[in-house]
């Protein structure tokens, strides 16, 4: 089985409704062999996490209590499955997972409705709520980008996400608070097909419309900028252009491998620019070596050695000013990749937040039975950042935050984008050591 795809399933709308339906899958012979793995998980993830647990301030012993009287009523492998993952998701992880063993590989999650996209992602701008992105069902319906969400199904839009929020934290993991803020705010906001959902809305102009947008198809994953960006070349994972004469323009969308030989292509292609705006949002991440990529972002011959130390790599490696866009939909690889431009001193950054905060160095531990096992992050990756306190629970924090304007999304205009070209033809080199030749 696919790794992913208990906690993919994990994700739903309705989940009272669908511990309702669980299935029952074979019992264990003793009823008691559920408790031993829930209490071995409990003792062992303190053990092991302590750290993150101590830095999160998880209240760990009440969680303990909590599920290991939960575990007494636990009559089947699919309500075993269910219990651990409501478990992991309290350990505010967003690597966190529960993997099958060779006897539970075909215990899926309770079936539930086909999740669908609702044609938007929202952003917050000060204390307003704004559609940022306007896409497919919702476009159809007039929806226009820019304009305030006053209300959903009736509600003040802030609560409606505290609900979705504390809804998605029941079954997934979240690092950070901008970790769970994001997801309610773009993938979170996919739902059963057939939904409909009420919308109270202001438009740019200031006047009042409500729509209601009934669920029937739409991809929910974010990909990045506000608005499509036309005329960009693509590579496996990056959409690249440039911007004008002078600014170039890259869209790293994963953190693969092949990450530096494709960056080598878009380079041969941009390395002339006078500045560079590197967008990571949307980033998901994957493993890739950290100082080949970073030489290519050294000029030849040179080395940068601001935190950790990278040679110039690649036939055309670019040495001038460099702009970082981030948000808290970066994660994992992500985030080392785009950190290590603003803590080791090659770039300025910019987001409309920090990143995920979901970088960390894992461990799985085996439970007795045999039935499962648990993928959990022990310690954070880059402890150097943050001052010492690494990733994992904070996250990079960008240079400047910058939220998305209403008027720039009504206008079809990126905000940040926008901001990182003022910035490359004005550079703060005040706040970033590297100094380009």
Not at 55 to 76: G, H, L, P, R, Y
């Amino acid at each position: 089985m696919p790794r992913g795809l208990l906690t993919a399933r994990a994700r739903k709308w309705c989940f009272a409704a669908i511990c309702l339906a669980l299935p029952f899958a074979p019992s264990l012979s003793a009823q008691s062999d559920y408790q031993k793995d829930v209490d071995f998980a409990l003792e062992s993830i303190a053990r092991e996490c302590g750290d993150l647990i101590a830095q999160k301030q998880i209240d760990w012993k009440a969680i303990s209590k909590e599920f290991s009287a939960a575990s007494k009523t636990v009559n089947s492998h699919a309500e075993h499955l269910v219990l651990l993952t409501r478990l992991l998701a309290r350990l505010r992880d967003g690597h966190a997972e529960v993997l099958p063993s060779e006897a539970t590989k075909s215990v899926r999650w309770p079936d539930a409705p086909e999740l669908v996209g609702a044609g938007m992602f929202l952003c917050r701008s000060g204390k307003k709520i704004l559609l940022k992105t306007v896409y497919g069902s919702a476009k159809e319906l007039g929806l226009e980008a820019g304009s305030e969400v006053v209300k959903v199904d009736g509600q003040p839009v802030d609560a409606w996400l505290k609900r979705r929020v504390a809804e998605l934290s029941e079954t997934q993991s979240f690092s950070t608070d901008q970790h769970a803020f994001f997801r309610a705010t773009h993938q979170g906001l996919a739902l059963p097909k057939g939904t409909r959902l009420d919308l109270e809305l202001k438009e740019p102009g200031g006047k009042t419309k409500k729509r209601t947008i009934t669920y029937t198809r739409g991809n929910a994953t974010p990909w990045g900028p506000a608005v499509a960006i036309e005329g960009l070349e693509s590579t496996d994972d990056l959409n690249f252009k440039w911007l004008d004469d002078s600014v170039a323009y890259v869209h790293v969308r994963r953190c693969k491998e092949t990450l530096p030989a494709q960056m080598d292509v878009a380079l041969a292609k941009l390395h002339t620019a006078k500045a560079m705006i590197l967008d990571f949002r949307a980033n998901s991440g994957g493993g890739f070596d950290h100082a080949e990529f970073m030489g290519r972002f050294v000029p030849a011959g040179e080395r940068l050695s601001f935190g950790n130390t990278y040679e110039s790599r690649g036939e055309h490696p670019f040495a001038g000013p460099i702009v970082v866009i981030v948000d808290g939909t970066v994660v994992s690889a992500g985030e080392t990749g785009s950190g290590s431009f603003k803590e080791d001193g090659r770039a300025y950054m910019i987001g409309e937040s920090a990143t995920a905060g979901m970088s960390s160095q894992k461990t799985t531990l085996a439970l007795p039975s045999g039935l499962f096992s648990l993928y959990v992050s022990t310690r954070s990756n880059k402890q150097s950042f943050n001052g010492g306190r690494g990733l994992e629970g904070i996250g990079v924090l960008p240079h400047e935050i910058v939220p998305y304007e209403a008027k720039d999304l009504a206008a079809g205009v990126d905000t940040l984008i926008r901001r990182a070209t003022e910035l490359a033809g004005r550079f703060p080199a005040d706040k970033v050591p590297y100094r380009a030749p």
